[in-house]
């Protein structure tokens, strides 16, 4: 089993920047991709940014290129997610994955509790 502990999530005004950790535990060897989704209220849950372990390969979705960086630790069990000039639309609870595969995706296997992110115009 991998168990996913999100940490970093809080208040801040639009422009402002905020940083997210996902640590994950167990059986880490079956990772292969980490990354973070996010769901607003009302919304469905969308990709926001993975990471591949083995390459160090980083994907983004388009609304956030330029201004979320994922990276990870040099264990590369920790990743991060630093968000830069952060919009209003920007709020949801983001939530880390990770799958055995090179893509997270909605059916991944390994989840996060999630953190709350609220940016405030």
């Known amino acids: 089993q991998v168990s996913l502990t999100e940490s970093g999530g809080g208040l801040v005004q639009a422009g402002g920047s905020l940083r997210l950790s996902c640590a994950a535990s167990?059986?880490?060897?079956?990772?292969?991709?980490l990354g973070w989704f996010r769901q607003a209220p009302g919304k469905e849950r969308e990709f926001v940014a993975s990471f591949r372990r083995d390459s160090g390969g980083t994907r983004y979705r388009d609304s956030v290129k330029g201004r979320f960086t994922i990276s990870s630790d040099d264990a590369k069990t920790t990743v991060y997610l630093q968000m830069d000039s952060m919009k209003p639309e920007d709020t949801a609870v983001y939530y880390c994955?990770?799958?055995?595969?090179?893509?997270?995706?909605?059916?991944?296997?390994?989840w996060g509790q999630g953190t709350q992110v609220t940016v405030s115009s």
């Open positions: 167990g059986r880490i060897f079956r990772v292969f991709t």
């Open positions: 994955a990770a799958d055995a595969n090179t893509l997270i995706h909605l059916r991944s296997p390994y």
